[in-house]
């Protein structure tokens, strides 16, 4: 398949990308891995006037343990993830969802900020950032978008660089939809430091290896020292327009003590708030019973890993 | 039609070309480089006939456009053999039936050189999961299995054989690499 034909553009900084943003406003897609991307554009789903390359912007892929939070540079990629010693020994729900996306070849290339924006409705990340409560941190340039006609240097005329850190929740809006703005990068995840009790849980079903979720639960919980779980995460992808958190899944658990009952009943919560589609992947029935399955076995997970932890 | 220009060693080869944007990197070793090794099977990324190593590293072809391989250095399945020497990988498929139609095969062979670079002695498993991205039609995969298994060994083997040789006569020891080892 031959692409249509667009501009390839290689920034060194990112500056340089906010400025090509703003002087081909609503043609410019960024490129980070292109596993996703690329695949869209051959397809002609997708017809960027210019494609803003992230490869040569320097410390995007930086993983960092910090006294509040895990970050990951958006140009991590998921290999990198997935073999990064702390991420391997702490954050096993990362660990494990990077072993799973896609097949080795989109491991070694396909990057977390480019799969988080994205934002397939069956991708893997979301539903983890969802469950895991984390925020993305984006770059953008303030200022009247529109004021720029294509081809002025919009770090002349005076915009100043401006960061915003949005919860994961809210973030995912429909099908290939974020709440990033047009004149916006995606530069880092960040997760909240795992606090002790706390564990996660990851469950992927899919028809063959490499292949797109029918369904895929994360599942956070932690543990109050008296057993009880005082806090609860649960993502879901695969069966929506958009990845969502299984809210109702979370409202049974929260207060609780672990069981193989409240488990249940927390499946069946999200399997009754998803909302698939029926399609070669199977029937809508099958699916909400999936969710529910999927769900109890990420939280078995969940659970082991946070009484490991306590 | 812009094109870019743009510098890529190629199986230790500098070459540069003015490319559109939109080519993609196997239709750039294919038909601006002649170099047709490397397969087109399914063209959507799932197959990984079209696999190459981009900075040592494995890639979908068909999922990279060439001007992302500016500045970078590729191989391609032609660069494995010596001479007229398979690589011990080509010879395994070879030996163990790797292969009936051959489609796959360049793919396979680069994933799995990628796999056994990362991982010089992995299990049946690790072998399994490392070649997941690649799709066999013919062979059901075990005999890929076995090849894969039999060059892991006749690697390792390899690589500890010249430390043995040194203690004896250094010629032998660069003459005794990967076609010796059985």
Redesign the interface.
């Given at each position: 398949?031959?692409?249509?034909?667009?501009?390839?553009v290689?920034p060194g900084d990112l500056d340089q990308v906010l400025a090509i943003l703003k002087a081909r406003e609503g043609e410019a897609k960024i490129?980070s891995g292109?596993?996703s991307l690329?695949?869209l554009?051959?397809?002609r789903l997708a017809q960027p006037g210019v494609?803003v390359?992230l490869?040569d912007v320097t410390g995007l892929d930086r993983i960092v343990e910090t006294d509040d939070h895990l970050s990951i540079g958006a140009k991590a990629t998921h290999r990198q993830i997935h073999e990064t010693p702390v991420i391997r020994d702490t954050y096993l729900l990362l660990h494990d969802v990077t072993g799973t996306i896609?097949?080795?070849?989109?491991r070694?290339?396909g990057t977390i900020g480019g799969s988080v924006a994205h934002a397939d409705p069956a991708s893997d990340w979301p539903a983890v950032l969802l469950a895991g409560n984390a925020s993305i941190v984006l770059r953008g340039l303030s200022g009247d978008p529109h004021r720029l006609r294509v081809g002025d240097n919009p770090a002349a005329a005076g915009d100043a660089v401006r960061e915003r850190v949005l919860p994961a929740r809210g973030f995912f809006l429909d099908a290939f939809t974020t709440a990033i703005e047009p004149l916006e990068v995606l530069t880092e995840i960040r997760f909240p430091r795992r606090p002790r009790g706390q564990g996660g849980g990851w469950q992927k079903l899919e028809r063959k290896?490499?292949d797109f979720a029918t369904v895929g639960v994360a599942a956070v919980i932690r543990l109050a020292p008296d057993g009880r779980i005082e806090g609860s995460g649960i993502g879901v992808t695969g069966v929506a327009d958009a990845p969502f958190a299984a809210t109702d899944a979370e409202a049974v658990l929260n207060g609780n003590t672990p069981s193989d009952d409240l488990f249940r009943q927390a499946g069946v919560a999200a399997g009754a708030q998803s909302r698939p589609a029926a399609d070669v992947r199977g029937p809508i029935d099958y699916k909400r019973a999936m969710v529910a399955e999927m769900t109890v076995r990420a939280l078995d997970t969940a659970l082991e890993r946070a009484r490991a932890n306590a | 039609?812009?094109t870019?220009h743009i510098t890529v060693d190629v199986n230790g080869t500098s070459q540069e070309a003015d490319v559109?944007?939109?080519l993609?990197l196997v239709h750039f070793l294919r038909d601006t480089l002649g170099l047709t090794g490397t397969h087109v099977g399914c063209?959507?990324?799932?197959c990984?006939a079209c696999?190459v190593h981009v900075d040592g590293?494995?890639?979908?072809s068909c999922?990279?456009?060439a001007?992302?391989a500016?500045g970078r250095s590729v191989k391609t399945i032609e660069a494995m053999a010596d001479g007229a020497n398979l690589h011990p990988l080509q010879q395994a498929f070879w030996d163990q039936h790797g292969l009936q139609c051959g489609f796959c095969t360049p793919g396979m062979i680069m994933?799995a050189a990628?796999?056994l670079e990362e991982n010089p002695d992995p299990s049946e498993e690790e072998i399994r999961?490392?070649?997941?991205?690649?799709l066999c039609r013919c062979t059901g995969y075990v005999n890929i299995v076995k090849a894969i298994q039999q060059a892991a060994g006749e690697l390792n083997a390899a690589d500890s054989a010249p430390v043995v040789a040194a203690e004896t006569t250094e010629g032998q020891a660069v003459t005794a690499e990967p076609a010796a080892a059985g």
């Open positions: 398949m031959i692409p249509g034909q667009f501009d390839y290689r490129l292109g596993y690329i695949p554009i051959k397809l494609l390359d490869r896609g097949d080795p070849q989109v070694n290339w290896v490499g | 039609m812009t870019q559109e944007p939109r993609l063209d959507t990324s799932n990984g696999t590293v494995s890639a979908k999922t990279m456009l001007v992302q500016d994933q990628w796999l999961w490392g070649i997941s991205g690649n």
